[in-house]
């Protein structure tokens, strides 16, 4: 019990409360997941939980903490429940909704817990291995060998497990990684087969591996808070317990799964709930679109708009003049490059405009604009570019997401703006603002943009103008002639 009374989430209390039912835990482990942070239980378990709800799966996820620390044992405490909270709006509504989460089967750790964790792979209905160990995880470490046990590496846990399961002559497992990098099932395989030659486990499990186990190519996106610190026990009060693994995310939510369409559609239904779970042959067409039409246009708020006096993103959606600047990037800069179709751009276009005005978070632009200069490389570029090379010019508005960048690490907001980013990086800047011409100069520094941007005709001038315009008359003007 706490101070104000509430009991702590527990199997007794969600069986009491008609949340769930004992037969919850029974359900088969069909699942063995790496990771047990906020985001895999708030995008993977929930997705998991409509299915078990609609009778479309039957089974239970076995969740393991990757690394030495976590919150396994922190969710095992209550019974491997936990409440998800979705807040946002959805097709222009507004979505609160509050749902207990039961089909979590069991909590380890593959450092403390390691031969039960090796036992996952006797179990005869586990089909399924998914993971979100961050960008990082998805690498090998020089140290581990056949004997390193625990390994240090994700790719060297994960092997331990296949091998025991080819040892037992179990069937293999559709393997779907979520680590935010491209290729991400390409590269878990070919990292795993790497392994598989240094610790001398022989070409019949080679062949198993490759032929018996299916990698899948992924993207998500969720935006997932996280635990909401802030309003805790009004949350608390309003559920009629202590969760201390409760989970706040958006209500959209997109799997996109290349591989074989047929398996998971077979495995994991959820097209059958209308939840977005999109299996098609390449992932490279809805990774461009995420990073260019909802990370780009983050990118240029966070350049323009803070320039404006506008600090977060709901902010931004409200402000007269920055949301159709916005709106116009999208459409008539963004979306003619990318290859996806139309109607199906605009209508992703219009789903991101309602994820920034969600009323429920503040997201400020000074956290998306920490290292602005990389993400603009990354995100915006490549659009600006393509936009020169299909013969529609230079883009005003991302010129000016540039130039907003440019004058802001230059120094010249004179600390109106926070910048953060690396030392080095923002020294570049700096020095090139000395200069009688800054423009060409930080525009032709290829170990900032990867090229010498002074190659594009017109950028330099046009990106000095707006320098030039913005110091003398502030940035909103400059946003409301292209709004």
Not at 139 to 162: F, G, M, N
Not at 167 to 175: A, K, S, V
Not at 351 to 366: I, S, T
């Amino acid at each position: 019990m706490t101070d104000n009374n509430l009991p702590v989430l527990n199997a007794e209390v969600a069986i009491d409360k008609g949340l769930t039912t004992a037969d919850a835990a029974k359900r088969p482990i069909k699942v063995i997941q790496f990771g047990e942070g906020n985001f895999l239980r708030a995008f993977v378990d929930w997705t998991i939980q409509q299915l078990n709800n609609n009778d479309l799966f039957g089974g239970n996820v076995a969740v393991v903490q990757p690394i030495g620390f976590g919150r396994a044992k922190e969710i095992a405490a209550q019974d491997n429940l936990y409440t998800v909270i979705l807040e946002g709006l959805k097709n222009g509504e507004q979505v609160q909704s509050r749902e207990l989460i039961d089909s979590i089967g069991k909590s380890l750790s593959a450092i403390d817990d390691w031969e039960e964790y090796l036992a996952l792979a006797d179990e005869p209905e586990a089909r399924i291995i998914i993971s979100n160990t961050t960008e990082a995880g998805i690498a090998l470490d020089d140290s581990d060998t056949a004997e390193t046990v625990p390994p240090k590496s994700y790719p060297a846990k994960l092997i331990h497990l296949l091998k025991r399961r080819f040892d037992n002559g179990l069937p293999g497992f559709l393997i779907i990684p979520c680590e935010l990098i491209a290729d991400n099932g390409d590269t878990l395989k070919k990292y795993l087969l790497e392994l598989a030659d240094k610790f001398g486990y022989g070409e019949d499990f080679k062949a198993w591996l490759e032929n018996d186990n299916k990698f899948f190519n992924t993207l998500v996106d969720r935006i997932v808070p996280g635990y909401p610190k802030d309003r805790a026990e009004e949350l608390w009060n309003e559920l009629g317990y202590v969760d201390n693994n409760m989970v706040k995310a958006e209500p959209f939510l997109l799997w996109v799964v290349s591989g074989d369409a047929e398996a998971i559609d077979e495995a994991l239904p959820a097209k059958k709930l209308g939840i977005d779970l999109v299996t098609p042959e390449s992932v490279k067409p809805y990774r461009e679109r995420k990073v260019f039409l909802l990370n780009c246009p983050h990118t240029t708020l966070a350049s323009v708009a803070r320039l404006a006096g506008v600090a977060t993103v709901g902010e931004a959606m409200n402000d007269p003049d920055v949301r159709p600047f916005i709106e116009k990037e999208m459409h008539e800069e963004i979306i003619p490059v990318l290859s996806l179709p139309e109607d199906e751009l605009n209508k992703f276009a219009e789903a991101v405009l309602e994820r920034y005005a969600n009323p429920f978070v503040k997201h400020a632009l000074d956290a998306i604009g920490l290292n602005s200069a990389a993400k603009y490389v990354t995100r915006c570029l490549p659009v600006l570019l393509n936009n020169v090379k299909d013969g529609n010019g230079l883009p005003k508005r991302l010129v000016l997401a540039l130039s907003g960048l440019i004058y802001t690490y230059g120094g010249l907001a004179e600390g109106a703006v926070n910048i953060s980013d690396d030392p080095a990086v923002v020294a570049k800047f700096e020095e090139a603002a000395k200069s009688e011409h800054y423009a060409e100069t930080i525009l032709a520094d290829a170990s900032v943009w990867g090229q010498d941007l002074t190659e594009v005709e017109g950028l330099a001038e046009a990106v000095q103008a707006n320098l030039d315009a913005i110091k003398a008359e502030g940035m909103r003007p400059l946003i409301k002639a292209l709004a």
